[in-house]
């Protein structure tokens, strides 16, 4: 688990889906959705707290991903949300990126820090006029 109050969400928890590599070590496998500074790939301790099992502690070692993470505009009919979000993760992977969607009307998109796509996908974001705002969790490489 990991504690969402970092990320803008104090009391809420996302559910990172992860991979043991040592004691307390782990590899994230999956994007988060929701949880800022943590993308997929890198590897993180976690320990039990808060009545969880195991819960994220700190990034050692960063994969290179940075997250983008794009919410379609609440008040759009469901149809339309899913026929746009339906047509961003086509899009999406067509260049070769993996996304997840775990809710309708949110994507997390991964994409390697210095992967040539960065324009790319930001020309196709222009073209979905139901996007309520996107953007990458961090503007620097960590």
Known sequence: ????????????????????????????????????????????????????????????????NAVLRVYFREGAEVWETQDRQTELVRSVGELGLLSETGLLGHVAISRPWDSPQYGELEENLHAFTLLEWSDYESGTRR
């Open 1 to 64: 688990m990991c504690d969402l109050g970092g990320s803008g969400m104090p009391g809420r928890w996302e559910q990172l889906w992860a991979k043991r590599t040592g004691t307390d070590e782990f590899v994230v496998c999956a994007i988060p959705l929701f949880a800022n500074g943590i993308a997929l790939g890198d590897h993180v301790t976690a320990r039990p707290a808060n009545g969880f099992d195991l819960v994220v502690d700190s990034v050692v070692r960063s994969a290179g």
